[in-house]
């Protein structure tokens, strides 16, 4: 089943403390697509930001 990080972290505490293999492991998890999707539309986001600049 699909969760979101904040439900999932208290899946990776447990009992005995932080699993922390599994905290790096969802970390990467999470940050990967974000970072494959800002990197590959990275040109559009930037023309995106740039276009309502008022030019003197």
Do not use: N, S
Request: aromatic content about 8%.
């Amino acid at each position: 089943e699909a969760q979101t990080a904040p439900p999932f972290i208290p899946i990776i505490i447990g009992e005995g403390g932080m699993d922390w293999p599994a905290v790096a492991a969802g970390t990467t998890l999470f940050l990967v697509p974000i970072l494959v999707f800002t990197v590959l539309l990275r040109k559009h986001l930037l023309r995106g930001i740039t276009f309502g600049a008022v030019r003197k």
